[in-house]
């Protein structure tokens, strides 16, 4: 974390297990590390191990709001939970936060609009009912894309944690929320032959961009700047495009919107950052292979 010049970070995610848990006291040690926790089953370890070492490990409570994947339910049962970790010597307990996933499941504006005031209302709603037992709530963060723009306007939610939003991607431009224009990520890829007049090759396949959304989408990602070419077929090094006759030749190089950035960021070491087709900078891909 310090090698990067971070020294603030939360972990939107659960830490279950000794080996995960002594890696988290260690970072601990050189920047102020938040987790999230959402049972008493996964706090109280942490506390445990902290009390050993002389911490406190600052923590947010996962809540679920609508999505159902981690997470306590909202209101009554995530105040209960407050309450026990509140007296756990070992967290020092920051205040609550969910992931309004769920509005990936739809394609309306509005419905994403309705999501995301209700993630942001139950969130209040929860914050201040631990907040009127004396225990204080300083973060309440929700996150998502498809959510960000409305979730922002909420008062009362301090922290907004959207992530395709950095890159965008084709799920965003299919949900409305962003467009090809606004999507900065792309892979590029060289075409390596032409076997037939309405069908091409490249050597890019799902080591490069994942196959996720592909199967729902029809396609692995969209091609930058030609609607009519649809990457249909994928393989580990290969990618088969459909197109019409005579689009592209050997030689020829495309860019690909990837279906889903996140993944793919982290099947590369570096990032090419153009600005006006010229490179400006090189990025590490600091994260590359840190997994949960």
């Known amino acids: 974390v310090d090698s990067i010049g971070v020294d603030d970070v939360f972990i939107a995610n659960l830490i279950v297990g000794s080996q995960k848990i002594d890696r988290l006291l260690k970072l601990s040690e050189k920047a102020k590390v938040i987790v999230g926790v959402d049972s008493v089953e996964v706090a109280q370890p942490i506390s445990d191990y902290a009390m050993k ?10 809540i679920d709001v609508g999505l159902q994947r981690l997470g306590v339910p909202y209101g009554r049962p995530a105040l209960e939970l407050a309450k026990k970790i509140d007296k756990m010597k070992g967290l020092e307990l920051e205040g609550i936060y969910t992931h309004e996933g ?3 499941g739809v394609t309306d504006n509005n419905q994403i609009k309705s999501i995301a005031l209700e993630a942001g209302h139950k969130m209040i709603q929860t914050a201040e009912m631990i907040r009127k037992t004396g225990i204080e709530v300083k973060t309440v963060s929700v996150g998502s894309t498809p959510t960000v723009r409305t979730s922002l306007t ?3 939610i301090t922290e907004v944690r959207p992530g395709a939003y950095v890159f965008n991607d084709y799920f965003e431009m299919r949900l409305g929320v962003s467009t090809e224009y ?7 890829a060289t075409v390596i032959s032409v076997p037939s007049e309405d069908r091409a090759v490249i050597d890019a396949g799902t080591k490069s961009y994942t196959s996720d959304k592909a199967q729902a989408f029809g396609v692995y990602g969209l091609i930058k700047g030609m609607p009519d070419v649809h990457l249909v077929r994928a393989y580990e090094e290969h990618g088969v495009i459909n197109m019409p006759e005579g689009k ?11 279906n889903h950035v996140c993944p793919v960021v982290n099947l590369f070491d570096e990032v090419v950052a153009l600005r006006k087709d010229k490179v400006e900078a090189i990025w590490k891909v600091s994260a590359r292979g840190k997994l949960m």
């Open 53 to 62: 070492c002389g911490l406190k490990v600052p923590v947010l409570i996962k």
């Open 102 to 104: 769920h509005a990936y």
């Open 154 to 156: 909420i008062e009362g």
């Open 182 to 188: 606004d999507c900065a990520f792309t892979i590029l």
């Open 248 to 258: 592209l030749k050997v030689g020829d190089r495309i860019e690909i919107i990837p």
